[in-house]
């Protein structure tokens, strides 16, 4: 069992930043792919950006040129960057770790956007 914690989140002003981390533990074997996702209320879970140990970045077209990924392989420790935030940013944000195709989730963190 991969154990996945989120951090950073709270509330900030539209046009203002914010860095989400989170590190995946408990696993002999490094995480494959890591990804975070956002679920806003009443609406479905939507991939934001998702970062393999090898391979292409991949973002949603919503945050393109706003939100940056990077990942720390020594600490399995992944970072969203979010930059010119919006108030329809503002959702629950998870963080996924897959480790030989098993996907394993955070609790999630808070991120509010006010106009």
């Known amino acids: 069992q991969v154990q996945v914690a989120e951090s950073g989140g709270g509330s900030v002003r539209a046009g203002g930043s914010m860095r989400l981390s989170c590190t995946a533990s408990?696993?002999?074997?490094?995480?494959?792919?890591m990804a975070w996702y956002r679920q806003a209320p009443g609406k479905q879970r939507e991939l934001v950006a998702t970062?393999?140990?090898?391979?292409?970045?991949v973002y949603a077209d919503s945050v393109k040129g706003r939100f940056t990924i990077s990942r720390d392989n020594a600490k399995n420790t992944v970072y969203l960057q979010m930059n010119s935030l919006k108030p329809e940013d503002t959702a629950v944000y998870l963080c996924?770790?897959?480790?030989?195709?098993?996907?394993?989730w955070g609790q999630g963190t808070q991120v509010a956007v006010s106009s």
């Open positions: 996924t770790a897959v480790v030989r195709l098993k996907h394993d």
């Open positions: 970062i393999p140990s090898l391979g292409s970045i």
């Open positions: 408990g696993s002999m074997f490094d995480p494959d792919v």
